[in-house]
């Protein structure tokens, strides 16, 4: 073709900017080693193979990695078509882009979005493929759009990362300035296995990645159009400070759809103050009562539609009860239609209120020349449906909300028994499940409450145990090879006193030595019987992806069922602790319903702040599990714990 | 206009086919009178302001109903733009309308989806705008397309409606031979309120209605393009017999978010035959391992996309483990990108497998010339996202599984006591609530086991009765003034032996004395204290649409956190029956986890359909509330019961 070829990197001799590799996958290393040798600062591997194929493909996809990190080199992909910039004019692609110089950041595991951004929605003027991302990560990608004075808003399709913690403190600071938009896929468990076959990832828990999103502030997406709804919506609209939503339409059924959208995604109707009212009142016939949707069909039956729809809109944007407007607009799609064009007043309106957000449902048949004219300057969005238009004015409020709040950090609270103690301690044990003893001392250390419990090795210690504590009490067998007492009749609830005890005891005696002999039969647990109350779960895990994170729920056997769990990433703040809470619908019962009186919210939120504080002092710990920890009015306790540590 | 015009309609003298009539409403009733005077048969009543204004317009909307009643003349509207009819040429609209030959009709309370579905979708040649629907209402209209051979498919838009059985009925009825999509608005309380302005609609519960829908097999669709979706679909696409869906797909990140649909909708990755398999691989580089979805992007790199996609849209297509199939492909916007486009490909393969429907996910930048090319001929649906396509699957299998299905109505069953003695009883009480004695008499009546129980005046008959029930028991005291007992200490659980049931008799009356002394005291009851089982409501109300329905859920205090509740209405097929309770997340807890035993499902459904009968036998009853009812693994029993009549 004309130009000059090579056959080695090294025989060029002069600097190189980017080598773009696409060769077979075999030669790709020593390529990579080739140009790390001469200087190249960062290379884009182009072809498949690798992490996303089979074995060999894993093989070569660690060579990669391992060089990256010897040399120095930067990697992009390898499975990517690389980058795009459409302010610079360059990209590495070798599918024909359109470069449009919109202020948008993609980030993709995947050339559909990066072809799709480029040529079908127009919304990329900066792309990176990350491919399989055996080098340069999401982490990597945010903080360059984070840092590019050209980029306003960024989007992420994400299938699956390694370093999910990078990434979620990486979106956590860079959120704070710009607008990133998520969409993960793979939630399923069958999607996870095929994006393994796909981009090579490690594609975590569904639930995990969410919470993360809510507790960096990224907004979630769930699907392309949702992505492309926000992406306008940052783009035209300014803060949306309040959710008190104003509506315009020439339909009633329209205006009934929206409500019920309202409801779904927390807006709120605005209730019109006397004047809106007042001057929408003399256009219309005397029957009409006036009111939020505002019905404007029997106005501009009499007074024509442009008219009526350019006195309702400034009346409804003077409003101060109104925070924002959604107007329903129809693309005429015949000539004989035009008279239904508003553009114009919508334009116009926008121009002259241009701190409250406009969004519009455009209905018709040619839709597309109608929004193009409409968002042309880049002041209103349109929708194509009135659920969408809701949807996309919760996420801008949300987003307001987000940027206005100021994280506050619990402060550092002493250890109870010293950490170095309690961590010799947890990691002393035998095998990988702490003991209960050491269980409750670790959780009483962080300051979190536990049941009364004495641990003896025979009857007249556990006859002396019980009369301290006070009747009625629990005994348990106390045995590490035991994990649920029940099953094996090594627990006796709620013995009244002495007499109940001593059966409760040879009982004990007996199921263990018939079910469980080979159990190492540690000694005897009494404790407190706890009556009253409601059973929630509090948890830690270290995640692959996120490290520490910690969980929050319904307690008992049914959590499963009832699939009302929240996550949170440690360490939580006081907002996302509560979030936590507010999250699952147990958290109603536990304010309290049909007049109950409700629970010691207080201390479960300073419960989570405190195994966020444990999981993040202790590494070794590889889960908590408190289930049930009981609840009163005031107060609540532990009455059960489960540890479990990493043995290397 | 130069058209002959007459003062009043008795002067027309000539036969009249229909009267529409657009004047101030004060007038319309004696037109309408006048119209049924000389013979006119229909009318339709353009107009706005009756029962969706002011309380003049109600009252002369009751004139309307009335005068069509007593004249025998059937009327349409008010509010309304009438009737449009393609294939005849005759619209009563004064809005321009479009007449496109589709055979779809539709049924709408608005005129935007009057309008919309002519100028916009295109997707309606018949349509009846009911507005107000003083008269014919969604019955009349659903039973009308139901015998129009001009009709294929029937989509109803509905705000609400007073006759909700009479609509259940008709549609369970013309749903075995057309498709009936149902686009039910107004479903959250503020929706509702605006509702009733806008239609005068009774709105109604929109967990009834769901309900309705499944039993008589209506497709229920949440938003308008939703409709538009499965429309498309019904007219296109062969009865989709299974669930199994093969996929071809260029990206393989498109694939993976629709296996997240998948298990969104219901859908099956279907496994590919080995032969289906061996002929891709070979289009494939080496290190590919080939699965559905099919990921050709690797394979038409090398041999190019249309040769590519032919033969695995052939192979897929013939596999027998494949139902349906998903395509992606992609619509070009420029010219240079014409040799992506692989419509002539879909469309012949489309033409040699007729009896496997094919729905193609379009992605690009100039969407709609390619749609109208790929859908011409209506062999294919095309949709804009992948979850929308994988959506329209789920539906068509729905359908075809409910065309496939013979519902069976169990046999009539004795009544113990006799239906005439157990009506006279239960109408025969003094006030709304039926006492518990005749209550647990109706039920037991009916075949609902009731948990043992004894009514005693003294303390003699008390003791008397905890010995034949046997020991624990409950007592409670008897009052139709209280209706929880709880709260006023009125009941006594778990007596153990006969001092725990004086005591308990004792304290009762001190509270009853204390705390209720206006109550008439009619006795004590003696229980069965029921100690195992899991708690579920069984239950029955009559609705104002739907008349006797039925209800379903767990039990206890918190059903309505987490809104565990399924309906039904009655008679209840065994079908019916079995959907109620698999809707509810409790039946997997009902099932049996974590190793425990599962309940007496069977005993619960038999229950469901005995209430079912007793609710249309006994129309004096309003309520039934059975919670608990506790189930055990064989056998449950009713502990406690409410119901109310109606006393006219």
Redesign the interface.
């Known amino acids: 073709m004309g130009m000059k070829s090579y056959k080695d990197i090294r025989e060029i001799g002069k600097p190189v900017d980017i080598a773009i590799i696409s060769t077979p996958?075999e030669h790709i290393p020593r390529i990579v080693e080739d140009s790390a040798h001469v200087g190249i600062k960062g290379v884009i591997v182009i072809p498949?193979?690798f992490a996303?194929?089979?074995e060999?493909?894993k093989v070569l996809q660690g060579r990669l990695t391992r060089i990256a990190c010897d040399k120095g080199i930067r990697i992009l992909g390898p499975n990517t078509l690389g980058v795009i910039n459409a302010f610079s004019g360059f990209t590495s692609s070798f599918i024909?882009l359109r470069k449009e110089k919109v202020p948008v950041g993609v980030i993709?595991?995947?050339?559909?979005?990066f072809v799709?951004s480029s040529?079908?929605?127009?919304m990329m003027g900066k792309g990176i493929d990350l491919g399989n991302s055996c080098d340069i990560d999401f982490a990597d990608a945010i903080e360059y759009f984070g840092e590019d004075k050209q980029i306003e808003v960024i989007f992420a399709?994400i299938?699956g990362m390694r370093a999910g913690r990078r990434f979620f403190e990486v979106a956590k600071r860079v959120a704070h300035r710009k607008p990133i938009i998520a969409l993960k896929?793979?939630?399923?468990?069958?999607?996870a296995t095929?994006?393994q076959?796909?981009?090579g990832s490690l594609v975590g828990d569904h639930e995990v990645f969410e919470a993360s999103f809510k507790q960096a502030g990224v907004i979630s997406a769930h699907?392309?159009?949702e992505v492309l709804d926000y992406t306008k919506a940052f783009l035209n609209l300014p803060p949306m400070k309040g959710n008190m939503v104003g509506v315009i339409t020439f339909?009633?059924?329209?205006?009934?759809?929206l409500?019920?959208a309202?409801?779904k995604y927390g807006l709120v109707?605005a209730e019109l103050s006397p004047r809106t009212i007042r001057s929408i009142k003399t256009l219309s016939?005397r029957?009409?009562?006036i009111?939020n949707?505002l019905?404007i069909?029997?106005a501009l039956m009499k007074h024509g539609l442009a008219n009526v729809y350019s006195i309702a809109l400034s009346e409804v944007l003077e409003d101060p009860g109104v925070d924002e407007v959604i107007c329903t607009a129809v693309a005429p799609?015949?000539p004989?239609?035009a008279y239904l064009d508003v553009t114009k007043v919508i334009k116009e309106k926008a121009n002259s209120f241009p701190k409250k957000p406009i969004v519009v449902w455009l209905?018709?048949?040619k839709i597309?020349p109608v929004v193009e004219k409409l968002e042309e300057g880049r002041k209103v969005a349109s929708y194509?449906?009135?659920?969408r238009a809701a949807r996309v004015l919760s996420t801008l409020h949300g987003r307001y909300q987000f940027l206005k709040q100021t994280l506050s950090y619990p402060p550092r609270f002493p250890i109870k028994g010293g950490k170095r103690n309690i961590q010799k301690k947890v990691t002393g044990i035998w095998n990988n499940k702490v003991d209960e003893k050491t269980a409750y001392a670790l959780l009483e250390g962080y300051g979190i409450p536990v049941v009364k419990s004495r641990y003896c090795q025979e009857f007249s210690e556990v006859m002396k145990a019980a009369k301290e504590i006070g009747y009625p009490v629990v005994l348990k067998v106390s045995s590490p090879q035991i994990s649920h007492k029940t099953e094996v009749g090594g627990i006796a609830l709620d013995l009244k006193g002495p007499t109940d005890l001593k059966e409760a005891y040879d009982s004990l005696l007996v199921s263990m030595k018939k079910k469980v002999s080979q159990a190492q039969l540690d000694g005897f647990i009494v404790q407190e019987m706890v009556l009253r109350g409601k059973e929630v779960i509090l948890g830690g895990r270290r995640d692959r992806q996120f490290g520490p994170i910690l969980i929050f729920g319904a307690g008992g056997?049914?959590t499963?069922?009832?699939k009302d769990i929240s996550y949170g990433i440690a360490p939580l703040s006081s907002q996302d602790d509560r979030r936590m809470i507010q999250e699952t619908?147990?958290s109603?019962?536990l304010g309290g319903?049909?007049g109950e009186k409700g629970c010691d919210i207080n201390l479960l939120m300073d419960c989570l702040l405190r195994l966020s504080r444990l999981m993040l002092d202790m590494e070794e710990i590889q889960e908590i599990d408190i289930n049930p920890f009981v609840i009163f009015s005031e107060g609540g306790l532990t009455v059960d714990a489960r540890v479990i540590v990493i043995k290397t």
Do not use: K, N
Not at 108 to 113: K, P, R
Not at 119 to 122: A, I, P, R, V, Y
Not at 185 to 191: D, F, I, K, V
């Open positions: 996958r498949q193979g996303d194929a089979d060999e493909g024909l993709c595991q995947s050339g559909i979005f799709g040529l079908f929605t127009g399709h299938e896929t793979a939630q399923s468990q069958q999607g095929v994006a076959s796909h981009s699907d392309p159009e339909s009633g059924a329209a205006g009934i759809i409500i019920d309202f409801q109707l016939p029957w009409m009562s009111q949707p019905d069909w029997p799609g015949l004989e239609q209905y018709g048949g597309h194509p449906t009135l659920p056997i049914y499963e069922v009832w619908r147990y109603q019962i319903i049909r």
